[in-house]
T-cell receptor, first 109, second 114 residues
């Protein structure tokens, strides 16, 4: 069975500080990993996907198969980054996603 | 305005009553999903449908039922058999077979059982 774990329910940092949201997964095959974000009063939306190797809003995430991790990082947090972040895994070529429990990021001024 | 529309946003139900949550999309997506969102537990898949007149159980389907009579509509019924129905429910859709991992979500419906 596949599983996604986000060990931190809440992460609080000051503006300009680096931020890392942790995500670990368990899956025996080759997973596809994603980060979704939900800003206050907005819909849940895709932030980035590992296969694209892209940087979105300054965020990056590297898939580490050896450590089964997909941590989300940003070198300098901004107040507008405050949101709920979910890590998700897809075990097939489709869009069936398993989500982690989510981490609330609070960026303080 | 394109996208996914869920209704109602807030719903109250007495114990023992069934309630149906509406989900409509005009994105011409083949696949639709229902997730339940609880604090600290993330999103858990209830049901999904990849084509009209076909749907599959997700991880927590017990106490729920769905139908997919039209491509654009995927209503979820929370039955009296659901032991803990108070939750936030999210509907999503996606194109089929793209493998992009991108789901398009509605604004959600909050169900409270009194």
């Amino acid at each position: 069975a596949q599983r996604v774990t986000q060990p931190e329910k809440l992460l609080s940092v000051f503006k300009g500080a680096p931020v890392e949201l942790k995500c670990n997964y368990s899956y025996s095959g080759s997973p596809e990993l994603f980060w979704y974000v939900q800003y206050s009063r907005q819909r849940l939306q895709l932030l980035l996907r590992h296969i694209s190797r892209e940087s979105i809003k300054g965020f990056t995430a590297d898939l580490n198969k050896g450590e089964t991790s997909f941590h989300l990082k940003k070198p300098f947090a901004q107040e507008e980054d405050s949101a709920m972040y979910y890590c998700a895994l897809s075990s097939n070529a489709g869009n069936m996603l398993t989500f982690g429990g989510g981490t609330r990021l609070m960026v303080k001024p | 305005d394109g996208g996914i529309t869920q209704s109602p946003k807030y719903l109250f139900r007495k114990e023992g009553q069934n309630v149906t949550l509406s989900c409509e999309q005009n994105l011409n997506h083949d696949a639709m999903y229902w997730y339940r969102q609880d604090p600290g537990q993330g999103l858990r898949l209830i049901y999904y449908s990849q084509i009209v007149n076909d749907f599959q159980k997700g991880d927590i389907a017990e106490g729920y039922s769905v139908s997919r009579e039209k491509k654009e509509s995927f209503p979820l019924t929370v039955t009296s058999a659901q032991k803990n129905p108070t939750a936030f429910y999210l509907c999503a859709s996606s194109p089929l077979g793209t493998g992009t991992g991108e789901l398009f979500f509605g604004e959600g419906s909050r169900l409270t059982v009194l």
